[in-house]
């Protein structure tokens, strides 16, 4: 539960990071940031942070981590709730989707 909780935290300062730089470009459709992408990267990189001692080196991981979640981002689109095939077989199994 902590560690979600830090994973959002950081998803929201990524996506104002990415807000703040972004605003004179005009999306298709509103954008938000890839959570499962921004998972894999907080779970690799919080314990090299967790482990460092000097606060200025945790402080520019911490920024690097930010920068490169708000990079991630995915298009939301309105009404995308198409039913679900049930076949024993799927083209893309969940197994095989894309996270970091």
Not at 15 to 39: D, L, Q, S
């Amino acid at each position: 539960m902590y560690l979600y909780n830090i994973t959002t935290d950081m998803i929201r300062d990524a996506e104002k990071e990415h807000h703040r730089k972004n605003k004179h470009k005009k999306y298709k459709h509103p954008m938000r940031i890839n959570k499962n992408i921004a998972i894999g990267i907080i779970k690799e990189d919080l314990i090299r942070m967790a482990l460092e001692d000097d606060h200025q080196k945790r402080g520019q991981i911490f920024s690097e981590i930010i920068e490169t979640i708000a990079k991630n981002i995915i298009p939301i689109r309105e009404n995308r709730q198409y039913p679900r095939k049930k076949s024993p077989s799927t083209k893309y199994p969940t197994t095989k989707k894309r996270s970091f």
